[in-house]
């Protein structure tokens, strides 16, 4: 019973001391991570669309017109099990998958950094924006309710 109290409390205090933007949060117990998601598109491009979630926040729509960005800063489930789903849309293109989950959070690096890049032919990745080469790690798909 003592291990049940005790986990209820690490997790309460997790949840409410971890904001989930603004100031990067201190994280009491697991680890912060930081995720952002920059439009790459060509110049004259419509803007992308962002929906981003996990099972407990909503961070709700965002369109970024090119070279925008979004970002968010998270301290992670003391279950290691947190996930945060985005769905980006540009044109008649879309794509919907996790751009953090508890397989990715070993390619977020050292620094806990994961960075998403929208370009015209796919959605890229990095853990290091500054110094590493953007990897194609999606391509788009069409949106068939579009046509």
Known sequence: MKILVTVFLIVTLNILLTPIWGKKPKCFFTTGY???VVNNLPASSPPLLLNCASKDDKLGNHTLHVNQDFHFHFCESVF???TFS???????KE?????FNAARRKLCGKDNFCYWAAKSDGIYFS???KTKALELTYKW????AFF
């Open 34 to 36: 930081e995720v952002y």
């Open 80 to 82: 290691a099990d947190t």
């Open 86 to 92: 985005c769905e980006f849309r540009w044109e008649s």
């Open 95 to 99: 794509k919907l998958f996790d751009v």
């Open 127 to 129: 853990n290091d924006c």
């Open 141 to 144: 798909e069409i949106n068939q």
